[in-house]
């Protein structure tokens, strides 16, 4: 008996040891309540080493209002960010409102968007006649340096043959812009030429010095 349980051990410690391949998970994810539908082999290759990107929202999806309640943007769309020289060439920036004189239009829709989307900081709102605009603002170090800014924002859209479009407001240290075309009725390219030319000019030493942070 006690032969045999040495012999039953030595084998044990001779049997040379294979290491075993992990197993892969399955995993099953329905989501019935958004209207979704998101199989179990989609959802292995995203977490196991086949990325299949980004998606546009279901239907369900989008009639749960689930965009309204996240942190962050639902828009799936990816942009390239290209350099920023070559905006003297390409863009917004290399254009003059002058040659749009004659075939404006008031943007909407996806044309709107795709035109938001070239002046980073500046968003959609309303004028106090409640025509559609775009809108940015300035938080400055103090105001003689926003004083400076609404000087710089009149001259930039005088030069612009705009200035009609352009209404600049000073609170305290900071300057709110509007850009909209009245005789349009709306935002138009010439509103999105001006605002990407504001994008441009150099604020920098109109704008408070950050506080260094510490941490422990």
């Not at 639902?74 to 003297?88: A, C, L, Q, S, V």
């Not at 609170?171 to 441009?200: R, Y």
């Amino acid at each position: 008996m006690k032969a045999s349980c040495l012999q039953r051990q030595a084998t044990r410690q001779a049997r040379p040891f294979a290491a075993q391949p992990p197993r892969r998970c399955r995993l099953t994810v329905l989501n019935g309540q958004a209207g979704g539908d998101i199989r179990g082999s989609k959802m292995e290759k995203g977490l196991f080493g086949d990325n299949f990107g980004a998606r546009d929202p279901f239907a369900g999806e989008l009639e749960t209002g689930f965009g309204e309640k996240v942190l962050g943007n639902y828009n799936t769309e990816h942009i390239i960010k290209p350099p920023d020289g070559i905006r003297k060439v390409l863009g917004l920036s290399s254009r003059c409102c002058q040659d749009n004189a004659g075939n404006l239009k008031a943007l909407v829709g996806e044309e709107l968007e795709l035109m938001r989307n070239q002046v980073p900081g500046w968003r959609l709102g309303t004028t106090k006649d409640g025509k559609p605009c775009i809108a940015q603002s300035w938080k400055l170090k103090d105001e003689a340096a926003a004083e400076t800014m609404l000087g710089w924002l009149r001259s930039l859209a005088t030069q612009e043959d705009h200035a009609d479009a352009l209404s600049a407001d000073r609170v305290g240290t900071e300057v709110v812009a509007q850009l909209s075309s009245p005789a349009h009725g709306g935002v138009t390219e010439n509103d999105f030429i001006c605002a990407s030319k504001m994008n441009d000019l150099d604020v920098a030493p109109l704008l408070a010095k950050r506080k260094p942070r510490y941490w422990a």
